[in-house]
């Protein structure tokens, strides 16, 4: 059974980071693209990295190098989100979505398998 599990959320003042994790597990990483998906309040969920199958990394919408960096651990079977200078905007719930396509696009209906979300929230 494929299961993601988010995690590291919390509350940090604008201009802080946070490190999000999503621990997959029941399926060989190999064969997944795992990607992290922001939901604001209110709003629709945006994609906002990717990591593909062949490790292959994407940065989707409002994500920028520098500030969002995507990592995987693969002896931890661990896909990693790393937010710097985060602004209100940034808060909301994340949630990390794994296909089994080889590559990743910022389409939510793509995606098979989804994680319960983890909460950001953004103190101004």
């Known amino acids: 059974e494929v299961q993601l599990q988010a995690s590291g959320g919390g509350l940090v003042q604008a201009g802080g980071s946070l490190r999000l994790s999503c621990g997959a597990s029941?399926?060989?990483?190999?064969?997944?693209?795992i990607a992290w998906f922001h939901q604001a309040p209110g709003k629709e969920r945006k994609g906002v990295a990717c990591i593909t199958s062949g490790g292959g990394r994407a940065l989707w919408g409002d994500a920028v190098e520098g500030r969002n960096t995507i990592s995987i651990d693969n002896a931890k079977n661990t896909v990693s989100l790393q937010m710097t200078r985060l602004s209100p905007e940034d808060a909301g719930i994340y949630y990390c979505a794994a296909t089994r396509r080889r590559l990743c696009t910022p389409d939510v209906s793509t995606f098979e398998f989804w994680g319960q979300g983890t909460q950001v929230t953004v103190s101004s």
């Open positions: 029941g399926f060989s990483r190999g064969d997944y693209a």
